[in-house]
């Protein structure tokens, strides 16, 4: 794994989140939408009502990806941390910062140059100095 790789780990993790946020609110929304069982309508017992087909079903699916999605989302604050730290263990400020913008912030390379009043090629070339340096200092990482 290449420390790019590494770094990326935080923004992969917050897609999947988001996709899985998505998800529920899809799952919800078909919840929603749903009609009603007939309550009007014997019962014998022991069998299902109409209309409770699958309802039950996406129940319990929805009760599921809230769990996943909390539990995604504690690693994702732990990763997220651990990483803030590996970065701030870094010699040069400017490449603290320009990983934290990048990795931690998300930011396009035109921003960050921006920023820090850097040219973007400027920019792009302490990234690739900075990633050097992430991988020297954390080489058992990767």
Not at 82 to 87: F, M, R
């Amino acid at each position: 794994m290449t420390a790019r790789e590494y770094l990326q780990q935080i923004q992969k993790a917050d897609v999947i989140i988001n996709q899985r946020i998505q998800e529920k609110a899809d799952l919800r929304r078909s919840l929603i939408s749903i009609s009603a069982p007939d309550m009007s309508r014997e019962r014998v017992q022991g069998g299902k009502l109409q209309g409770d087909k699958g309802y039950s079903q996406k129940v319990v699916k929805l009760i599921d990806l809230e769990t996943e999605i909390d539990g995604l989302i504690d690693d994702y604050v732990d990763l997220k941390h651990k990483i803030i730290g590996e970065i701030h263990g870094l010699q040069k400020a400017e490449h603290i910062k320009l990983l934290y913008k990048r990795y931690i912030e998300n930011k396009k390379f035109e921003r960050i140059a921006d920023e820090m009043n850097f040219a973007y090629q400027y920019a792009k070339e302490l990234h690739s100095h900075a990633l050097k340096e992430f991988e020297r200092t954390y080489p058992n990482l990767l």
